[in-house]
């Protein structure tokens, strides 16, 4: 068997790792250590959970909450912009160190990756028309994220009204913030245009998709796109009851 499907549930943080079992308590470790140093910090300063603009940091900040304010600014979001791709990229980190050869975290849609064999990631954009797209993902030699963005979907705040805004980046963090800054900037259709400009001086920002209605919009380099049916009892989301 390639990997498993384990899901994990730590209060906000509801994520889904592919790897094989006996690395699993690595990468949940990895979490609630992330965690940790992220709820101490914002018992001290609890503007650093709260704001939308960028964010810089304490002299005492642990190097999560450095990365993620760094990466964020690069894009004008608010540090918790990163968070879901820190995390991910943290446990997936854990697990790879443990042995494993390959995994995938998903963090409820930012994903981060290393993987040696194809993938098929499907992009759910909620009730949008377009529906059915997936990405055939190619294996690479290192890690690298796939992160969306919604205001139609999930609990995240947007300012925007995008039902998906995907970004391809080997900067993780970088990716779950700058889908953020997509999604803010996509209200209307007519929006699409415009949107992905900011990308333009971003070096490690890969690809680009967003899509609003039965519109879709590209940018960069993109794996394959396909239709594929999305089985979204696979989507990463908590468990009721």
């Excluded at 600014?73 to 160190?97: C, D, F, H, Q, Y």
């Excluded at 997936?134 to 890690?143: G, M, N």
Aim: proline letters at 4%.
């Amino acid at each position: 068997m390639r990997w498993q499907r384990h899901h994990f549930e730590l209060k906000e943080t509801i994520v889904t790792l592919l790897c094989k079992a006996q690395y699993l308590s690595a990468g949940e470790q990895a979490l609630h250590a992330a965690r940790t140093l992220l709820e101490q910090y914002i018992d001290k300063y609890p503007l650093f959970a709260t704001t939308h603009a960028p964010y810089h940091p304490q002299k005492d900040a642990p190097e999560i909450v450095q990365r993620m304010c760094r990466e964020s600014e690069k894009v004008g979001v608010g540090p918790m912009a990163a968070v879901a791709g820190a995390l991910a990229l943290e446990s997936l980190t854990a697990i790879l160190r443990a042995g494993a050869d390959e995994a995938i975290v998903d963090n409820g849609g930012d994903i981060a990756l290393f993987i040696r064999e194809p993938v098929k990631m499907g992009i759910f954009a909620g009730n949008a028309s377009l529906k059915e797209l997936a990405f055939e993902v190619e294996p690479r030699k290192t890690v690298f994220g796939i992160c969306t963005s919604s205001g139609t979907v999930g609990p995240s705040h947007s300012y925007g009204k995008s039902d998906a805004a995907v970004i391809i980046s080997p900067n993780i963090l970088l990716a779950d913030a700058a889908a953020t800054a997509l999604g803010n900037r996509i209200k209307e259709e007519k929006d699409l245009k415009a949107a992905f400009d900011f990308l333009k001086k971003e070096e490690e920002i890969e690809g680009a998709l967003a899509i609003i209605h039965d519109r879709i919009g590209m940018f960069g380099t993109l794996p394959k796109l396909i239709r594929s049916h999305i089985d979204t009892d696979l989507i990463t989301k908590g468990r009721q009851g």
